[in-house]
Nanobody
Framework: QVQLVESGGGLVQAGGSLRLACAAS????????MGWFRQPPGRERDFVAA????????YAADSVKGRFTISRDNAKNTVYLQIYSLKPEDTAVYYC?????????????????????WGQGTQVTVSS
């Protein structure tokens, strides 16, 4: 059974940093794209960033470029989302997701419908 477990969320002051982790288990993920999404309070879930586990190419939403970095550790089956210079508007539940990669360019994976597996999410709250 595939399982994605996020961790690393919490309460942080504006300007601080966090590193979220997504630990994957239950199958081999080498041919997958892993994505991060977030859902602010009262709003829809939005794409944040994705990484192709086959070649480490990455893609991020324009709104987070320069502050968010996605990376992986294949040995640990874990994908990370490093967030710098946190803002109150970054407050959200952050989800990781996994999608089988069939070769499309990464921007395709900004759509939730591409993902087969989802974690339960981790809360990030940024105080001003």
């Amino acid at each position: 059974q595939v399982q994605l477990v996020e961790s690393g969320g919490g309460l942080v002051q504006a300007g601080g940093s966090l590193r979220l982790a997504c630990a994957a288990s239950g199958r081999a993920f080498s041919g997958y794209v892993m994505g991060w999404f977030r859902q602010p309070p009262g709003r829809e879930r939005d794409f944040v960033a994705a990484i192709n586990l086959s070649d480490s190419t990455t893609y991020a939403a324009d709104s987070v470029k320069g502050r968010f970095t996605i990376s992986r550790d294949n040995a640990k089956n874990t994908v990370y989302l490093q967030i710098y210079s946190l803002k109150p508007e970054d407050t959200a539940v952050y989800y990781c997701a996994a999608a089988p990669s069939f070769g499309p360019a990464l921007p395709i994976y900004s759509a939730e419908g591409e993902y087969d597996y989802w974690g339960q999410g981790t809360q990030v709250t940024v105080s001003s």
